[in-house]
């Protein structure tokens, strides 16, 4: 074949042109690297490293939802036991936080898309507020441009604590951001219930809130000689979160306590 035939002409202009392509999305990547915090590329960083064996448990801890959220955003799950479903599982917190940004810098960051968090706690929230300080500092803007809301499930007490000290203080927009729910029931204003799901363990955790909400309702009964249900019909299971956030909030004025 000589340097003129037809197939040398094609072959280098694709030669050309992939490497055009090539060093372009290279050079993309270096900008969007630049503009990134050196922390947040040590948890990119930390997350490729992870061992085989380590993405496989966390594969089942932090997973990308088939289903959206009414609103249109991708929903990304948390939800941290262990390999058996032990809730008192001691778990690599700051491991799993690389790899859930792994996760979720492609659909965040780089393609600029909206998303939700389900956090399942199982009573137990597992970092520290020094941890969410740092992270928050490291992460770049368009975790919160594209931010719909953080939806907690089973959450800690130290959570429920959180938002009852926060209600005085904290603008109308932080609790459309921050919501919690008791149980799964409650993520129907985030998402179709009827396709959305989350491993099964969940919902045994449903049940046993449910059954022990029952059990403390009847003991409550004897104890002060009040017949049916005391507090409420324990069928239903135990009142949502934010149901009990709104008895609270009667108790204290929006923005605080009123000078006399």
Same mark, same amino acid.
């Given at each position: 074949?000589?340097?003129?035939?037809?197939?040398?002409?094609?072959?280098?202009?694709?030669?050309?042109?992939?490497?055009?392509?090539?060093?372009?999305?290279?050079?993309?990547?270096?900008?969007?690297?630049?503009?990134?915090?050196?922390?947040?590329?040590?948890?990119?960083?930390?997350?490729?490293?992870?061992?085989?064996?380590?993405?496989?448990?966390?594969?089942?801890?932090?997973?990308?939802?088939?289903?959206?959220?009414?609103?249109?955003?991708?929903?990304?799950?948390?939800?941290?036991?262990?390999? $058996?479903?032990?809730?008192?599982?001691?778990?690599?917190?700051?491991?799993?936080?690389?790899?859930?940004?792994?996760?979720?810098?492609?659909?965040?960051?780089?393609?600029?898309?909206?998303?939700?968090?389900?956090?399942?706690?199982?009573?137990?929230?597992?970092?520290?507020?020094?941890?969410?300080?740092?992270?928050?500092?490291? %992460?770049?803007?368009?975790?919160?441009?594209?931010?719909?809301?953080?939806?907690?499930?089973?959450?800690?007490?130290?959570?429920?604590?959180?938002?009852?000290?926060?209600?005085?203080?904290?603008?109308?927009?932080?609790?459309?951001?921050?919501?919690?729910?008791?149980?799964?029931?409650?993520?129907?204003?985030?998402?179709?219930?009827?396709?959305? $799901?989350?491993?099964?363990?969940?919902?045994?955790?449903?049940?046993?809130?449910?059954?022990?909400?029952?059990?403390? =309702?009847?003991?409550?009964?004897?104890?002060?000689?009040?017949?049916?249900?005391?507090?409420?019909?324990?069928?239903?299971?135990?009142?949502?979160?934010?149901?009990?956030?709104?008895? %609270?909030? =009667?108790?204290?004025?929006?923005?605080?306590?009123?000078?006399?």
């Amino acid at each position: 074949i000589t340097p003129n035939h037809p197939n040398v002409h094609l072959n280098l202009t694709l030669i050309a042109w992939f490497e055009c392509t090539v060093m372009a999305t290279s050079d993309t990547a270096k900008k969007q690297d630049a503009n990134l915090s050196p922390d947040y590329l040590e948890y990119l960083e930390r997350g490729r490293k992870l061992s085989e064996k380590e993405t496989y448990y966390f594969d089942k801890l932090c997973f990308w939802s088939a289903v959206s959220s009414k609103k249109g955003s991708r929903i990304f799950c948390l939800v941290p036991r262990g390999p $058996r479903a032990q809730l008192e599982y001691p778990i690599d917190m700051s491991a799993l936080t690389a790899y859930c940004l792994l996760k979720l810098h492609q659909h965040v960051v780089e393609e600029n898309k909206p998303f939700a968090i389900v956090w399942v706690q199982f009573g137990n929230h597992r970092v520290g507020p020094l941890f969410w300080r740092r992270l928050k500092a490291c %992460l770049p803007d368009q975790y919160f441009d594209h931010f719909e809301a953080l939806h907690v499930v089973h959450p800690s007490w130290s959570i429920r604590a959180l938002r009852l000290l926060l209600w005085p203080i904290a603008p109308d927009a932080l609790w459309d951001k921050f919501q919690c729910h008791e149980r799964t029931e409650f993520l129907d204003a985030l998402v179709n219930l009827r396709e959305f $799901r989350l491993p099964s363990d969940v919902y045994d955790h449903d049940r046993w809130l449910e059954k022990q909400a029952k059990e403390a =309702n009847e003991k409550a009964s004897k104890k002060f000689g009040l017949g049916g249900t005391s507090f409420g019909d324990a069928s239903n299971g135990s009142v949502q979160s934010d149901e009990h956030m709104d008895n %609270l909030r =009667n108790m204290f004025p929006k923005g605080g306590p009123k000078a006399d």
